[in-house]
């Protein structure tokens, strides 16, 4: 099902930093897992592989919503050190509660394959299978996803929306995401300047959930959020 041999290296990637991850910090005596620096540099490197894809078939233009912009050399750095990364991490930042990252996924994939109806429906498919399996268990707390999982998929995500030249699109369609990351970037600066939070916890799920918000209210407000994103997103394209 999978297209090709590089979906099955940027899987076993995401497989394995998100394994070492969940290692370090819930087996061995290390609770902070990989360092940010490792982390980063690793999606550096792995995104090398998609930028490269993507150039060989779109050159340097890429696209953003309905406009079609040349970013001549810009392109590269752009994209590896920051697009690529930046798709990993803000997915792995939206997990953290039951069903989040899951169900935000499969509202993701069904916008791509309703904004662009050339995508691969077989795969995503088998994609969203997978998903619901998923969530079937991790509603009973029988099984999470973990960075094992949310490094795998944001990968995955990231690798497939790059190579299709519809990464600079992403940027609106995975709202959510982008939400969780600016939170904890906004957070992280204010902190450095005033020396005090902006927010009790980041991603912004976690302060929702200290002001009495229940996960399934949050996640319901994100869902719906998200399928705005996508109809708005329609009606530009």
């Known amino acids: 099902i999978l297209p090709n041999i590089y979906y099955q ?13 969940d290692y370090l910090k ?12 490792v982390l980063y540099y690793s999606t550096v490197i792995i995104g090398i592989l998609p930028t490269i894809q993507c150039y060989l078939k779109y050159g340097t233009h890429i696209k953003l919503v309905c406009y ?18 930046a798709i990993v991490h803000s997915i ?26 050339y995508m691969n429906y077989k795969f995503f498919g088998s994609f969203i299978a997978i998903l619901c399996t998923f969530l079937l268990f991790n509603i009973h707390g029988l099984i999470f996803m973990a960075g094992v999982g949310s490094y795998t998929l944001g990968m995955l995500l990231g690798h497939i929306l790059i190579t299709h030249n519809l990464a600079y699109t992403s940027m609106f369609l995975l709202f959510i995401p982008a939400v969780s990351s600016t939170s904890v970037i906004i957070q992280r600066i204010w902190l450095r300047i005033f020396k005090r939070r902006i927010f ?31 109809i708005i997103l329609k009606s530009i394209l």
């Open 9 to 21: 290296i940027i899987i076993i990637c995401g497989l394995l930093i998100g394994f070492i991850d």
């Open 68 to 85: 079609d912009i040349n970013l001549s050399i810009l392109y590269w750095p752009i994209t590896i050190f920051f697009l690529f990364p």
């Open 26 to 37: 819930n087996i061995s005596m290390k609770k902070t897992g990989l360092q940010e620096n």
């Open 92 to 117: 792995n930042l939206t997990d953290g509660m039951d069903g989040e990252l899951g169900i935000n996924t499969i509202i993701n994939i069904f916008g791509l394959l309703y904004l662009f109806p």
């Open 200 to 230: 009790p916890f980041t991603p912004i799920h976690h302060s929702f959930i200290m002001y009495y918000f229940s996960e399934q209210l949050i996640n319901t407000i994100y869902s719906i959020s998200s399928i705005i994103v996508i």
